[in-house]
Nanobody, 124 residues
Framework: QVQLVESGGGLVQAGGSLRLSCAAS????????MGWFRQAPGKEREFVAA????????YYADSVKGRYTISRDNAKKTVYLQMNSLKPEDTAVYYC?????????????????WGQGTQVTVSS
């Protein structure tokens, strides 16, 4: 059983930064893809960023490219999402996800495990 625990959310002013963490436990993740998704009130959950654990290949949504950075720490089994130059439209609950056989990293249905989410609020 895989468990994902997010942390690091909070309230920040526009232009500020936050770093989210996703601590994974339960098995080895060398073949997994790890993703970050977000969901704003009244909207669909959308892809933000992903990383393939073994090779470290990263992927980003156009809306966050150049502002967000996804990374992983193998020893800590933790994935990070560094968010810079935050905008009010980045406000959402951010979810960490893990999938063993993810082909299309932007597709939330391909992920097997999800964290509980962490709130990010960006004030203008």
């Amino acid at each position: 059983q895989v468990q994902l625990v997010e942390s690091g959310g909070g309230l920040v002013q526009a232009g500020g930064s936050l770093r989210l963490s996703c601590a994974a436990s339960g098995r080895t993740f060398s073949s997994y893809a790890m993703g970050w998704f977000r969901q704003a009130p009244g909207k669909e959950r959308e892809f933000v960023a992903a990383i393939r654990w073994s090779r470290g290949t990263t992927y980003y949504a156009d809306s966050v490219k150049g502002r967000y950075t996804i990374s992983r720490d193998n020893a800590k089994k933790t994935v990070y999402l560094q968010m810079n130059s935050l905008k009010p439209e980045d406000t959402a609950v951010y979810y960490c996800a893990a999938g063993r056989t993810v082909v299309v990293v932007t597709a939330k249905d391909e992920y097997d495990y999800w964290g509980q989410g962490t709130q990010v609020t960006v004030s203008s």
